[in-house]
């Protein structure tokens, strides 16, 4: 096992977001809880072994980038490295799929399944999903249910939180128009916070 080293908290458009690593990479990303408080408690209890401290600078610049994609820019996350070793190899497959999927852009549990060469696994990616501990680093907010609705969402706040995401991103859910100026402004989820 590779066991955290640290943690470190930093601040976004969406609230106090958290990231823990380990020797091998990224074993943890964290959307924020109902309150900084809730949020620190939930990555204490996920990573009772880390301390917060300083991000070194590999972990500043993936925070950096976390930052900036919350605030609506499209910055590519694949070359964050994660450490999966506790990972089941079904899991880093999905993950791997779900990581090429770029900002405003989405693929359904579906295509996914079709992705892995395992058309009839929906159901089998949709739990891989609900399990990311990576929340953005693997997008699993971009993956939709087959008739356009959001379907499932683990982290905090739910649904919510996933459409939120999706809003910043620009991505279109069902056909729908995304919430947008003309000049491409941020959402107005994001610009009446």
Same mark, same amino acid.
């Given at each position: ?37 809730? +949020? ?67 693929? +359904? ?57 999706? +809003? ?23 610009? +009446?916070?």
């Amino acid at each position: 096992m590779n066991p955290a080293r640290g943690t470190a908290f930093f601040e976004t458009v969406i609230g106090l977001c958290a990231i823990a690593w380990g020797r091998g990479g990224i074993v943890g990303v964290h959307l924020p809880a109902a309150d900084g408080a809730a +949020t620190r408690a939930r990555v204490a209890r996920k990573h009772p072994e880390a301390e917060e401290t300083l991000a070194p600078p590999g972990v500043q610049l993936a925070i950096d980038d976390m930052v900036r994609l919350l605030a609506g820019e499209r910055i590519d996350l694949s070359r964050i490295a994660l450490d999966m070793d506790d990972v089941p190899e079904f899991h880093r497959r999905v993950y791997a799929v779900a990581r090429t999927i770029p900002p405003g852009a989405t693929m +359904t549990y579906g295509e996914v399944a079709a992705h892995l060469g395992e058309p009839g696994s929906s159901r089998a990616v949709g739990r891989a999903l609900a399990q990311n501990p990576f929340a953005i680093v693997v997008p699993c907010h971009r993956v939709l249910a087959a008739d356009g609705r959001p379907g499932g969402f683990s982290a905090a706040g739910g649904i919510s939180t996933k459409l939120r995401l999706l +809003t910043i991103e620009r991505a279109r859910i069902g056909g729908a128009p995304t919430l947008f100026d003309d000049a491409g402004g941020l959402p107005l989820a994001v610009a +009446t916070r």
